[in-house]
């Protein structure tokens, strides 16, 4: 019985048991790889996602240079116009002012 058992069974056992050797280590060689790749992905992710932080930084930055200058136009030309205003109603005063004379005179 030993010797059926070595001949015919014993074979059989070490061919599946190298064969299901074999399948793990491929599995387990898979899982690296699939490890590595997934390591590769999110070192990748992080990056455009700095890049991306960057980005926004640069555009609120400029933004907020843009808001600055305009708001500061906004005033200046605010300004401006309240001088213009201010120097037309002193011409418009100026030039309807009677001088006592005129007043007596009845102009």
Do not use: F
Request: aromatic residues 2%.
């Amino acid at each position: 019985m030993l010797a059926i058992l070595s001949r015919y069974v014993y074979p059989v056992l070490v061919q599946v048991s190298e064969e299901r050797r074999r399948a793990i280590a491929q599995q387990l060689k898979e899982a690296d790889d699939a490890r590595a790749k997934a390591e590769q992905h999110l070192k990748d992710a992080e990056e455009k996602l700095n890049e991306a932080r960057k980005t926004a930084e640069s555009l609120i930055e400029a933004a907020a240079k843009s808001s600055e200058q305009l708001r500061q136009e906004m005033r200046q030309k605010a300004e401006d116009e309240s001088r213009r205003a201010v120097e037309a109603a002193r011409h418009t005063r100026a030039a309807h002012a009677r001088t006592p004379s005129e007043e007596r005179e009845g102009w």
